[in-house]
């Protein structure tokens, strides 16, 4: 059974920074993404990385104070999240996909987690 499971979310002050995980069990993934979700708003692509050779692909909104990182003993990718903004807090979703290519549609993803939310105060 294939599984993602999100951790790290919670309440943090603009310009502090704040850590996800993605634990995957079950199979492992060519390729491993973050998106978020805001109230109101469509799903948004955040950053993605391909397990075999660590490259990565970020959306511009976040490239230079977000870095998605993987850990393959342990099947995990990690979004490391600086100088938090405002328009940061949502509820970010860890998603996995076999294939190699870079995409930032939702609906290119086979796997989803459950989501954690990410609070940003003033």
């Known amino acids: 059974q294939v599984q993602l499971v999100e951790s790290g979310g919670g309440l943090v002050q603009a310009g502090g920074s704040l850590r996800l995980s993605c634990a995957a069990s079950?199979?492992?993934?060519?390729?491993m993404g973050w998106f978020r979700q805001a109230p109101g708003k469509e799903r948004e692509f955040v950053a993605a990385?391909?397990?075999?050779?660590?490259?990565?692909y970020y959306v511009d909104s976040v490239k230079g104070r977000f870095t998605i990182s993987r850990d393959n003993a342990k099947n995990t990718v990690y979004l490391q999240r600086d100088s938090l903004q405002l328009e940061d807090a949502a509820v970010y979703y860890c998603?996995?996909?076999?294939?190699?290519?870079?995409?930032?549609?939702?609906?290119?993803?086979?796997?989803w987690g459950q989501g954690t939310q990410v609070t940003v105060s003033p």
């Open positions: 998603a996995a996909r076999g294939s190699l290519g870079w995409s930032t549609y939702p609906s290119s993803y086979d796997y």
């Open positions: 079950g199979r492992t993934f060519n390729t």
């Open positions: 990385i391909r397990w075999s050779d660590k490259s990565t």
